[in-house]
């Protein structure tokens, strides 16, 4: 199947500052590519939808300015959170879609903000 | 907006049973899929249901789209410890998948 990768695998921060996730796919071109955000113990909830060459939108509740998206290439999307505080500490996942129109994951991204 | 309830969210059984996982919703879905996620890592897609009554088989796994194409299941048979984890369905368009919220799934040795 298709490869999506995320990097870092996992960050520690501290409170205040801004921490960046890349989102990569390996193997096709992905005109759009996702961000969610997983509890422990619970589903994925889809934070935005991030477009190549256009501004992410954001789902209900999703503070636009506080997760900074840009889908720089086709086949690079960053999440950027900025001043981070500790109840942004989660589990970050991306995916995206080849032609193939399945949804292919990253690996996940862990914050921890102290 | 278009829900998908999965039961039950939680399962413990012993190695060697069966357990038929559910995903239910009141909305038709052009798709199904299902996903395995173990901690600390993404989802892995298992399979992709598309056509109304089909039946898709890996391995001691068996997937089943409903017939109206707003239900799906997963049964295992004869589980292992190496199936423990956390099973997803998801559906939706091209632009926006909605997940249940997750069969956590324990075999235990």
């Known amino acids: 199947g298709a490869v999506v990768s995320q990097h870092p695998s996992w960050v520690i921060c501290k409170s205040g500052t801004s921490v960046k996730i890349e989102c990569r796919s390996l193997?096709?071109?992905?005109?759009?590519m996702f961000w969610y955000r997983q509890f422990p113990k619970q589903s994925l909830m889809l934070m935005a939808t991030s477009n190549e060459g256009s501004k992410a939108t954001y789902e209900q509740g999703v503070e636009k300015d506080k997760f900074l998206i840009n889908h720089a290439s086709l086949t690079l999307s960053t999440l950027t959170v900025t001043s981070a505080h500790p109840e942004d500490s989660s589990f970050y996942i991306c995916s995206a879609r080849p032609v193939s129109g399945e949804l292919f994951f990253g690996e996940g991204s862990r914050l921890t903000v102290l | 907006t278009q829900l998908l309830e999965q039961s039950p969210q939680f399962l413990s059984i012993q190695e060697g049973e069966n357990l038929t996982v559910y995903c239910n919703s009141s909305s038709v879905f052009s798709s199904l899929q299902w996903y395995r996620q173990e901690p600390g890592e993404g989802p892995v897609l298992l399979v992709t249901v598309v056509t109304g009554g089909e039946v898709k088989k890996l391995k001691r796994l068996t997937f089943q789209f409903g017939d109206a194409r707003k239900d799906s299941s997963l049964h295992i048979t004869a589980a292992q410890p190496g199936d423990t984890g956390l099973y997803l369905c998801?559906?939706?368009?091209?632009?926006?998948?909605?997940f249940g919220i997750g069969t956590k799934l324990q075999v235990i040795p």
């Open positions: 193997d096709f071109q992905a005109t759009t």
């Open positions: 998801a559906g939706g368009g091209y632009q926006k998948v909605t």
